[in-house]
């Protein structure tokens, strides 16, 4: 069995090798700059990445094995957070409470540090502003992007039970919850937990009001829930009108969707006789919470870049609004960049949206071993045959699974930085995850937007 495992490995390997050889090839196809134009950007194989500079837009993809977590800081210095990865799910847990599914990817850089610490440091380390930071935006309401509620799974993993209470606030510290303490947010924005089915009255969401409530009275945090089809929500703070063509709108958030025309929006879910979201027939069709999540689109001159969430479409065949990206093919455009949807697996990130999207350059965070899905893949690949994708982290196992896809693959772990010019090129780092030195092991680029 050992053999036969090591063989496979082996050829995984051969594998890599050998379609990383034609790379230069496939980088020319999806728009590498000529590479005698100047390198907008300075960094090392081996050295620490350079801080941010003004005029400078960069998106971080954290890796931690717990979850999602994207730290942007916009041209101006103004930074957004969006999703703080706290899951508590371990191999334990799994093998206790086999519903939990498939095995969490190793915790990175550690078991040891949380994920709260983790994504804290790696903001302070990057932030012009240090732990000031304006902006937290909740794609939506499942535990690896927010945190886990530690008593649900204290019984059976010393993870969850060695997490304890903020002495003050007496809500749990784990997820956003921790991050929350450790940097300061000026603004925290959510799709609302109160809509359309109010949650409020659950165990976790009780805990995360007691750190909103504690965040606003002790740091002047203001709370607000999105703003779906706003442009005006998620703004510059700091010299906004150094970059008039920088805009960051509001797609979709809480089954609500932008129409295309002025901050007008519109939801799909069944509705009432007094026109309201129909809470009895929504929970008798038991949605998932990905449904529900946030997508933007960032706008910088000819630099665009889509997110959303866990958004996916499984189950439209019975339920049409079920289908949480159907809607948006109407209303998005082709893009530089794209977060992956829901991880890379099989029910997200449809042919259909994919085509409107069309990315270059394709953003994956799994933090289960069997993401992304070689279904997905094939998705992505037909639509962009020749993107580039960049992952935190995919398990040996799935390597193997994706194979076909390797040559796509240009990071299979660490945090990814996407650093763009204002004049639209971009290059791509991937810096090494297994401690906290944020040193450069790799560099892709120039790429030049459309």
């Known amino acids: 069995m050992k053999l036969k495992r090591l063989f496979s490995v082996a050829s995984f390997v051969l594998l890599i090798v050998s379609t990383n050889g034609c790379s230069k090839n496939n980088d020319t196809l999806s728009s590498i700059v000529d590479p005698d134009n100047e390198v907008p950007f300075k960094g090392t194989t081996g050295e620490v990445l350079p801080p941010w500079t003004p005029g400078t837009l960069d998106i971080h993809s954290i890796s931690t094995g717990r979850g999602e977590s994207y730290f942007y800081i916009f041209p101006d210095g103004t930074s957004m957070l969006i999703d703080a990865a706290g899951s508590l799910v371990t191999d334990a847990v799994v093998e206790k409470d086999p519903d939990q599914g498939v095995a969490p990817l190793i915790a990175r850089p550690s078991i040891n540090i949380s994920s709260g610490n983790v994504i804290a440091d790696y903001v302070m380390h990057f932030n012009p502003h240090g732990k000031a930071v304006d902006y937290w935006l909740n794609s939506h309401f499942d535990t690896d992007h927010m945190g886990n509620f530690p008593e649900t799974y204290s019984g059976i993993c010393e993870v969850s039970r060695a997490i304890k209470k903020?002495?003050?606030?007496?809500?749990?510290?784990?997820?956003?919850?921790?991050?929350?303490?450790?940097?300061?947010?000026?603004?925290?924005?959510?799709?609302?937990?109160?809509?359309?089915?109010?949650?409020?009255?659950?165990?976790?969401?009780?805990?995360y009001i007691r750190f909103l409530d504690w965040t606003r009275s002790v740091k002047g945090t203001v709370y607000e829930a999105v703003k779906v089809g706003h442009a005006d929500q998620i703004v510059m703070n700091h010299s906004a009108s150094d970059y008039p063509d920088f805009k960051i709108r509001?797609?979709?958030?809480?089954?609500?969707?932008?129409?295309?025309?002025?901050?007008?929006?519109?939801?799909?879910?069944?509705?009432?006789?007094?026109?309201?979201?129909?809470?009895?027939?929504?929970?008798?069709?038991?949605?998932?919470?990905?449904?529900?999540?946030?997508?933007?689109?960032?706008?910088?001159?000819?630099?665009?870049?889509?997110?959303?969430?866990?958004?996916?479409?499984?189950?439209?065949?019975?339920?049409?609004?079920?289908?949480?990206?159907?809607?948006?093919?109407?209303?998005?455009?082709?893009?530089?960049?794209?977060?992956?949807?829901?991880?890379?697996?099989?029910?997200?990130?449809?042919?259909?949206?994919?085509?409107?999207?069309?990315?270059?350059?394709?953003?994956?965070?799994p933090w289960r071993a069997g993401q992304p899905k070689p279904g997905a893949l094939k998705d992505i690949v037909k639509s962009s045959p020749y993107v580039n994708i960049f992952s935190t982290g995919v398990a040996m196992e799935q390597r193997q699974n994706i194979s076909e896809y390797a040559n796509r693959f240009k990071s299979w772990e660490g945090h990814v930085v996407v650093r763009v010019s204002a004049n639209g090129?971009?290059?791509?780092?991937?810096?090494?995850?297994?401690?906290?030195?944020?040193?450069?092991?790799?560099?892709?680029?120039?790429?030049?937007?459309?």
């Open 425 to 450: 090129d971009y290059m791509v780092f991937v810096l090494d995850d297994s401690n906290q030195s944020y040193k450069i092991k790799s560099v892709y680029g120039v790429y030049r937007s459309r």
């Open 250 to 365: 509001v797609l979709c958030g809480g089954g609500y969707y932008w129409t295309g025309k002025g901050e007008d929006k519109k939801t799909y879910l069944p509705l009432d006789d007094k026109g309201k979201p129909d809470t009895e027939a929504i929970r008798m069709m038991s949605p998932k919470e990905n449904i529900y999540s946030i997508a933007i689109m960032l706008d910088w001159g000819k630099f665009n870049l889509f997110s959303g969430g866990d958004l996916q479409y499984n189950n439209r065949s019975i339920c049409s609004w079920l289908d949480a990206e159907a809607p948006l093919c109407d209303i998005v455009h082709e893009v530089e960049v794209m977060k992956a949807n829901h991880h890379g697996i099989n029910n997200a990130n449809s042919f259909e949206l994919l085509d409107r999207l069309r990315p270059q350059t394709l953003l994956l965070s």
């Open 166 to 207: 903020h002495p003050e606030g007496g809500f749990y510290l784990n997820g956003i919850n921790e991050v929350g303490t450790l940097l300061d947010f000026d603004k925290i924005i959510d799709r609302d937990y109160t809509s359309p089915v109010d949650r409020s009255g659950e165990k976790r969401f009780k805990d």
